[in-house]
């Protein structure tokens, strides 16, 4: 029985809420406007929230001085492939974690997320020789591997607590139906885990299109993709906020656009068995 | 017959394949973010035009994400990189590792001998011109005539840290928001170091001595941060230990600072169109103290050829074109004299047009008043005037910057600084094997 929540109640969560959700956006809503700002008018003292001058002249220095389109494609295919790739991988590992554990299951689960603790720059070097020695630097399919194994401990793990929510005795229940494996895997418990599959993808998929330090080490020009992109525009002699804001502004617009149209999915997947 | 058209189609590929490498040679230059490196790839058509053979691929990247890539693809040989800007930290360490090609063999028309004596003694090594200078600078005073007017002061050609001190004191309004001086105090090996470095240098204080023992419990180095504290303290603005460059350029702009001690690039921001003060901006040499030393640096982003790279003779042709005398005439003709490479050729502070620029020559005064291998009042073991070229002075420079920044910030006494500084730094060059 679902409990009465008082109107005062109602008021103050909303309200509590929403100024969370506000102190989340403001930065990026100030990097938006500065993007149509002069870059005297992105540096003033005091800061101004809006400018006297609006431009355009951002973009279309950006757009002029690089090319947008290969680093937007780089991104779409590295963040899509390695998400795609990983969950290949990573629900018939999970199913197995989760309808058949074995003694070292919990161990192997740990340690899986331990590589996660290291830090990045600790593997750079062997992994920059294996690249070059397999001819995979500055290549989308080295990248899409690169952030595939990155990303694979986050997306088993997701996925292994989705499958623990699935009562075990349906996949039984299809077992003794004669399904084969393959087809209880397919047929049972993706339609079943939908949810938590969808909102395991878009957050990897988030994941990969925000990575920055492989992104960036790995490529030169030809795979380099939007963490590139913004990197190119920072400047250590020279204020360019401007600039470098309407450059982030291009690259974060596709993830934000996707993430506004999935949100419901996100969400339902990421509350996925929170309540019982 | 079939023997001969075989031979025939066969020469004929092997002409079509060589005459395809020879067309689309591509070379992929690694570059950071500043205004002369974007306005040079804006003129690439004049290269193109020149050498159709040759198409240059761009990769632009932040400072230190650049040297971090450029130092990896360098260390594993991995030969991305067929031409990479690098600074006069890494020319001579890179050098003297044979990590870098030799530009001894540009072509006549280069004219190595009109670089700037100081720019090109600090990139040769063993007497190969180890990188090409793309711009120079150094460090300078810029400060606010109108401020100074009103103070009933004047500011000399060569200041004294004295005289600086009477200014600072006499410009600063804190009730209307005006400081009499900015400085760096942001912490990094490049951002407040290379300041307090070269202002150690006029006190007489220097990094190590000649046997590489640390000298921070040294009074030079006491008299040098007490007097930079005692400048930010009183006259300075608040929260400064978090300006570098980008925040005091901006404070500057806006008209926050009645002098800004930085690099001599700045010049053409604070005299640009996004000043607010543009018409009030005066230059004189950084200051001394006495000692027959000026606290200003020496820096060059150069153009450089790593060994690992397999196209070095395409390379070589690339940093002729945009190093030599006709590059600083291209950009002359099509944006103006204030917009070409400054700080490298001779030939440049000789033209009649430049000379009118009103930091043209205080930069060539201020570049040669730097001296790397000879930069502080007592002598020194190493080479570099900001910074020390050895491998460890990226990492010590940086943690003693944190010290030094806390001291600013008020967290830390200077002594305090200067004890944890001396500290760190032996115990890092005995674990280097430079002490024992």
């Known amino acids: 029985m679902a409990r009465a929540v008082s109107p005062s109640r109602k008021f103050w969560t909303t309200l509590a809420a929403w100024s969370v959700a506000l102190v989340i956006f403001f930065p990026v809503f100030w990097m938006v406007l500065t993007s149509f700002k002069t870059e005297a008018s ?44 990983g969950l290949a991988i990573a629900i018939p590992a999970a199913w197995s974690m989760a309808f058949v554990p074995g003694k070292r299951t919990k161990d192997l689960l740990m340690w899986m997320l331990s590589t996660k603790m290291m830090p990045a720059v600790a593997v750079m070097v062997p992994l920059y020789l294996v690249f070059q020695k397999l001819g995979l630097f500055d290549t989308r399919i080295g990248l899409v591997l690169a952030l595939m194994l990155m990303n694979l401990p986050i997306i088993i793990w997701m996925l292994y607590t989705y499958f623990r929510e699935i009562p075990g005795e349906i996949l039984e229940a299809a077992r003794m139906d004669g399904a084969s494996l393959w087809n209880e895997i397919i047929y049972v418990l993706t339609p079943m885990a939908v949810p938590g599959i969808a909102s395991t993808l878009l957050l990897n998929v988030i994941l990969a299109w925000n990575e920055a330090f492989w992104t960036i080490t790995l490529t030169t020009t030809k795979a380099a993709p939007l963490s590139a992109f913004i990197a190119s525009f920072s400047a250590p002699q020279g204020l360019f906020y401007a600039k470098l804001s309407a450059a982030s502004t291009m690259a974060i617009a596709p993830i934000l656009i996707l993430g506004w149209f999935s949100q419901k999915q996100l969400v339902r997947g990421l509350t996925f068995g929170a309540v019982k | 017959m079939k023997i001969t058209l075989r031979a025939l189609f066969g020469a004929t590929a092997a002409l079509a394949l060589t005459g395809a490498a020879m067309a689309d040679t591509t070379i992929t230059v690694a570059t950071v973010n500043n205004g002369d490196m974007i306005r040079m790839q804006g003129l690439m058509d004049d290269f193109y035009a020149k050498h159709p053979d040759i198409k240059v691929e761009w990769v632009t990247l932040e400072e230190n994400v650049l040297r971090q890539n450029v130092t990896t693809d360098i260390a594993t040989n991995g030969g991305q990189f067929d031409v990479m800007t690098i600074g006069t930290y890494e020319v001579p360490i890179w050098g003297k590792q044979g990590w870098l090609v030799s530009l001894n063999d540009l072509p006549a028309e280069y004219d190595a001998d009109d670089l700037l ?38 500011m000399p050609d060569a200041p004294t840290w004295a005289e600086i001190e009477t200014a600072a004191a006499a410009m600063t309004d804190k009730s209307a928001g005006i400081y009499g001086i900015c400085l760096r105090g942001k912490a990094g090996w490049g951002e407040n170091i290379a300041f307090l470095s070269a202002m150690a240098n006029s006190y007489g204080a220097r990094w190590f001595d000649e046997a590489w023992v640390p000298q921070f419990d040294q009074p030079e180095w006491k008299a040098t941060l007490d007097s930079y504290l005692h400048l930010m303290n009183n006259y300075g ?200």
């Open chain 2, 237 to 436: 603005p608040p929260g400064a230990s978090n300006n570098g460059f980008n925040e005091n350029l901006t404070l500057f702009q806006q008209g926050k600072c009645g002098m800004w001690i930085d690099a001599t690039v700045a010049a053409s921001f604070v005299t640009g169109a996004d000043s607010t003060v543009a018409a009030d901006v005066g230059f004189a040499l950084a200051p001394d103290n006495g000692l027959g030393k000026r606290g200003n640096w020496l820096w060059a982003w150069t153009l450089a050829i790593p060994s690992s790279s397999q196209k070095q003779d395409a390379a070589k042709t690339f940093i002729n074109w945009a190093t030599n005398k006709d590059y600083l005439a291209l950009v002359a003709s099509r944006e103006g004299w204030a917009n070409v490479p400054p700080g490298t050729r001779t030939s440049l502070y000789e033209n009649a047009e430049y000379a009118k620029l009103p930091f043209a020559k205080m930069t060539l005064d201020s570049i040669n008043a730097a001296d790397p291998t000879n930069p502080s009042v007592k002598p020194v073991p190493y080479v570099g005037v900001q910074f020390v070229a050895i491998p460890e002075f990226q990492g010590l420079g940086t943690s003693v910057g944190e010290l030094f920044s806390a001291a600013l910030a008020g967290t830390r006494t200077a002594d305090q600084a200067l004890s944890a500084a001396q500290s760190l730094v032996t115990d890092e060059m005995e674990a280097s094997g430079y002490i024992q």
């Open chain 2, 117 to 154: 004596p100081a720019i090109r003694g600090g990139l040769t090594v063993d007497g190969n011109l180890m990188a090409s200078p793309f711009y120079g600078e150094s460090s300078m005073v810029m400060y606010r005539k109108d401020l100074m007017e009103k103070a009933g002061l004047t």
């Open chain 1, 42 to 85: 992105a540096v003033a003292t005091p800061p101004q929230l809006f400018s006297a001058e609006w431009t355009l002249a951002n973009y279309q220095d950006v757009w002029a001085r690089s090319d947008y389109p290969r680093f937007f494609w780089n991104s779409v295919v590295i963040a899509l492939g390695s998400t795609l790739l």
